[in-house]
């Protein structure tokens, strides 16, 4: 199943969320395949990232957000986890790693364990480098104004404040990929 069929499946009752999703989720593809493009040392799967890119906020259907649209019952933070067990039941366990480590700048079991964040204790990091870029290039843009681009530093004031830690990995990524 590719990617545009996911989404119908999931999204079929609720064209306005579909519309916000495919709007965020297109920009972060369009994004991350730029900097694959501006750096093929890095030797990127190009096909992968769109798709990925394309799932990465699959889960938040399932949260609670009225603000874009998102009348599930689990907390937004969530998302990521719970897109990752809709690709894992879909047979897509690589782009599930994407939808579960993106969230922040990724999140280290200590941080989920001293935020008491209702996730998994686990490290949720993203650890390839398609992983890493797509994070990354989600950082720049928001499912409320979908419209525009965010600045790298008004992206690194976002990821600040959830903490220092994700602040680091984001500034490692701006090292790598810009």
């Given at each position: 199943m590719n990617w545009r069929?996911?989404?119908?499946?999931?999204?079929?009752?609720?064209?306005?969320?579909?519309?916000?999703?495919?709007?965020?989720?297109?920009?972060?593809?369009?994004?991350?395949?730029?900097?694959?493009d501006r750096?093929?040392?890095?030797?990127?799967d190009l096909n992968f990232i769109e798709e990925a890119a394309m799932l990465h906020d699959i889960g938040v259907i399932k949260t609670d957000a009225p603000d874009i649209k998102c009348y599930g019952?689990?907390?937004?933070?969530r998302h990521g986890v719970l897109g990752a067990e809709m690709l894992k039941a879909e047979g897509m366990p690589r782009h599930a790693r994407v939808c579960e480590r993106h969230t922040g700048a990724g999140l280290s079991l200590q941080?989920?364990?001293?935020r008491n964040l209702p996730l998994p204790?686990?490290?949720?990091?993203?650890?390839?480098?398609?992983e890493q870029v797509i994070c990354y290039a989600d950082k720049f843009f928001s499912k409320t104004?979908?419209?525009?681009?965010k600045t790298i530093e008004q992206a690194e004031k976002s990821v600040a404040k959830h903490g220092e830690e994700g602040l680091k990995r984001f500034c490692r990524w701006k090292e790598m990929f810009e």
């Amino acid at each position: 199943m590719n990617w545009r069929q996911i989404i119908d499946k999931y999204y079929s009752d609720n064209a306005e969320l579909k519309d916000i999703l495919l709007r965020h989720s297109s920009a972060v593809a369009r994004k991350a395949l730029d900097i694959a493009d501006r750096h093929p040392e890095l030797n990127l799967d190009l096909n992968f990232i769109e798709e990925a890119a394309m799932l990465h906020d699959i889960g938040v259907i399932k949260t609670d957000a009225p603000d874009i649209k998102c009348y599930g019952h689990e907390p937004y933070i969530r998302h990521g986890v719970l897109g990752a067990e809709m690709l894992k039941a879909e047979g897509m366990p690589r782009h599930a790693r994407v939808c579960e480590r993106h969230t922040g700048a990724g999140l280290s079991l200590q941080e989920i364990v001293s935020r008491n964040l209702p996730l998994p204790h686990t490290d949720l990091l993203p650890e390839t480098l398609e992983e890493q870029v797509i994070c990354y290039a989600d950082k720049f843009f928001s499912k409320t104004r979908l419209d525009r681009e965010k600045t790298i530093e008004q992206a690194e004031k976002s990821v600040a404040k959830h903490g220092e830690e994700g602040l680091k990995r984001f500034c490692r990524w701006k090292e790598m990929f810009e």
